[in-house]
């Protein structure tokens, strides 16, 4: 295991803790105590604040300590600048793509129309090294102001130096990212592209619900898939996004036609990172569904999702297995899609299939879906404690 994937394990479990519902309260009162950011290095550092508010304060000692002795024993390679970023020639687009996240279902159509030629690239390596003039002065100028602040540094740092080398290979006139709504060095970066002549972009990858962590976002222009968003953005968590623009990615667009298909399940149900607690639930649930007669499946979210315990709590013929049922056949064999808060429930919408939300597993979940604006409430969708009656 490399030093990323250490990191990620460190941390990824109190960023996307499934076992404790949010405080909302305390999100909107920990808000409104930050400061009004005069400038990108002072939103940077509010977001910075917001994702600490997840991590616990002895996790963030280490890490802190941690950054401290990194940046210590880079300083030589952090200082060792590879000159001005090139003159910006041309209309280029770059989207840098994600390892484990699809963009071709959700890339915005306007982007594709207006950048036929559109560079999608790899990840290059993460490091420290090769800063710009430009990306170096952004990094001193943060130093300067929060010199104690060592993992916020290292996170912005690290940013930098990789649009460094994106722009100095490829020489975009804009680049899109995704997956990037809770990246503390995005003001920073957007500060970067917009001072040379250039645009950082960004778009939706899945519906979002309310998070603190995503507050203080600042791009050129962000690409959402419903109007609601620009409110939750703007006036919830504080984004100072110059551009919003609403999309309809492929993903939301009707293609597949299944109102002409013969349902085979009763029910799927579409697990999106849900507790502990609510597989078991939905296990007893589900094993009086099917003695009743009703066939039904759980699909198991590719990146967030229990499997082991999926793989405990239900038989194995009722799990469907991602990597091999592709989403217009998992949709197009059940009558009704299940769900908590996945945005599966909305392509069901858009397909005319049953959307039902998940109101029986994690009942707090549920009542706080619609504070954290979940988008599907907004359209026609079932409740998972009607269908249950009524069949």
């Known amino acids: 295991m490399g030093i990323k994937e250490i ?31 005069k400038d990108r290095f002072e939103e940077a550092y509010n977001k910075y604040r917001c994702r600490l508010e997840y991590v616990p304060a002895n996790k963030t000692r280490m890490l802190n300590a941690a950054a401290f002795a990194y940046l210590t024993a880079k300083k030589p390679v ?45 990840p290059l390596p993460s490091g420290c090294g090769e800063l710009s003039d430009e990306a170096y002065a952004l990094y001193s100028e943060l130093s300067r102001r929060y010199p104690t602040e060592f993992y916020f540094r290292l996170f912005v740092l690290k940013e930098l130096s990789l649009h460094s080398r994106y722009i100095r290979k490829y020489n975009p006139s804009v680049t899109a990212v995704y997956v990037n709504e809770r990246n503390v060095a995005g003001p920073l970066l957007t500060e970067l592209y917009e001072s040379t002549g250039r645009r950082l972009v960004s778009f939706m990858h899945g519906e979002y619900l309310l998070q603190m962590i995503q507050a203080y976002m ?57 507790s502990t607690a609510s597989v078991r ?17 759980v699909r198991p979210h590719p990146r967030y999702s229990h499997l082991e315990l999926i793989s405990e709590c239900f038989d194995a013929h009722m799990i469907e297995d991602p990597k091999k049922i592709s989403m217009e056949e998992s949709l197009g064999r059940t009558r009704y899609a299940v769900g908590l808060h996945t945005t599966v429930l909305r392509e069901a919408q858009v397909e005319g299939r049953g959307a039902v939300i998940d109101d029986i597993s994690d009942p707090p979940q549920f009542r706080n879906l619609k504070r954290r604006k979940f988008v599907v409430l907004n359209g026609e969708h079932k409740l998972l404690s009607e269908i249950i009656s009524d069949s």
């Open 7 to 37: 990191y990620k394990s460190f941390i990824i479990g109190d960023i996307k803790n499934t076992e404790v519902e949010p405080d909302v309260d305390a999100w909107e009162r920990f808000l409104a105590s930050l400061p009004e950011p």
């Open 281 to 297: 639930k939905l296990a007893e649930v589900f094993k009086k569904l099917e003695e009743s007669g009703r066939k039904c499946l």
């Open 78 to 122: 952090i200082r060792n600048t590879r000159g001005r970023l090139p003159a910006l020639s041309g209309t280029k687009l770059l989207l840098e793509k994600k390892k484990d996240v699809d963009y071709h279902d959700v890339i915005p159509p306007e982007l594709l129309a207006d950048y036929p030629d559109m560079i999608a690239a790899d």
């Open 218 to 274: 600042d791009f050129s222009e962000f690409f959402v898939w419903d109007g609601m968003y620009i409110g939750m953005f703007r006036d919830d968590l504080n984004c100072r996004i110059r551009k919003y623009t609403v999309t309809v990615p492929k993903k939301l667009t009707k293609k597949w036609h299944l109102e002409d298909r013969e349902p085979e399940y009763f029910c799927t149900y579409y697990f999106s990172g849900e």
